[in-house]
């Protein structure tokens, strides 16, 4: 199986920084892409960022210039940089994955971490 593991969330004051880590393990072949969603209460899903194997980055309106999406590509592991955090950032953050399995790689799969809970509040 292909594991998305992420962790990092929490408790932090408004203008403070959170950095989220997520990685990819199991049997891979090769990810195209990993990302970052996040979901408040009673909103949808929303895309916040993600970045591709040629490090295509992509953000949010909402995020932008706040938060950053780096990688360590050997490790399988993003990370979402969130810096002067606002207290509607609150949601549960997902991790994403976009890969191939090392068994089927002609074939893209899509595959989710089990969120982690970012609070922002004074």
């Known amino acids: 199986q292909v594991q998305l593991v992420e962790s990092g969330g929490g408790l932090v004051q408004p203008g403070g920084s959170l950095r989220l880590p997520c990685a990819a393990s199991?049997?891979?072949?090769?990810?195209?892409?990993m990302g970052w969603y996040r979901q408040a209460p009673g909103q949808q899903r929303e895309l916040v960022a993600t970045i591709t194997s040629d490090d295509s980055t992509n953000y949010a309106d909402p995020v932008k210039g706040r938060f950053t999406i780096p990688q360590d590509s050997a490790k399988n592991t993003v990370y979402l940089q969130m810096n002067s955090l606002k207290p509607e950032d609150t949601a549960v953050y997902y991790c994403?994955?976009?890969?191939?399995?090392?068994?089927?790689?002609?074939?893209?799969?899509?595959?989710w971490g089990q969120g982690t809970q970012v609070t922002v509040s004074s």
């Open positions: 199991g049997s891979i072949f090769s990810i195209y892409a």
């Open positions: 994403n994955a976009d890969l191939k399995h090392r068994s089927s790689d002609a074939t893209l799969f899509r595959y």
